[in-house]
């Protein structure tokens, strides 16, 4: 298809498409990046406490932020995947897109992520599910990053036209 000047014009599914893809890896890097950081912070609101360094240092914990943010983005991205599939996948076919529907989806996305990194880690299942006992931001993290998507994206988010209802589709005409 192409317009009077005789240039291509994109077709308009794609477009849909590929802005529909856009929104789901943009609230999916939000997600991640306000988990990450509420398990960081989880971890260095202690470190500030005068408790005879029993949490560690608050200098210690600041010299390694960079490496915490890094490592925490990248185990979180890759793991949590799974379960925001899931999650939009389940509510995009029951229609729904509350935010206290992401914000308790984060909570089984979060378990599902620490199997995963479990898992892939080579420790035992009872190991993996003893994280969040170590680390009890992990929780808290999932629930306020699906919760950031569901305010800031989710709930706006449509699903493109064409994959909802194929009935009413009318084919292309060249």
Request: charged share 15%; glycine share 10%; net charge positive.
């Amino acid at each position: 298809m192409s317009d009077s000047g005789g240039r291509p014009v994109p077709d308009r599914r794609a477009l849909e498409w590929l802005r529909f893809v856009g929104w789901v890896l943009l609230g999916y890097a939000l997600a991640v990046t306000v988990a990450v950081v509420v398990v960081i912070a989880t971890i260095a609101v202690p470190a500030t406490l005068p408790d005879g360094g029993r949490f560690g240092s608050i200098h210690s914990v600041m010299r390694d932020l960079f490496a915490f943010l890094f490592a925490g983005m990248l185990y979180t991205a890759i793991t949590a995947w799974p379960g925001y599939l899931l999650t939009l996948t389940w509510g995009f076919k029951r229609d729904r897109r509350s935010v206290r529907y992401f914000a308790l989806c984060g909570l089984p996305t979060t378990l599902l992520a620490t199997l995963l990194f479990g898992y892939f880690s080579g420790a035992t299942w009872m190991a993996a599910l003893a994280l969040p006992r170590a680390v009890p931001g992990i929780y808290l993290g999932g629930f306020l990053g699906a919760m950031a998507y569901g305010h800031l994206i989710g709930r706006w988010l449509e699903w493109p036209a064409n994959a909802r209802d194929t009935s009413t589709a009318q084919p292309d005409s060249d």
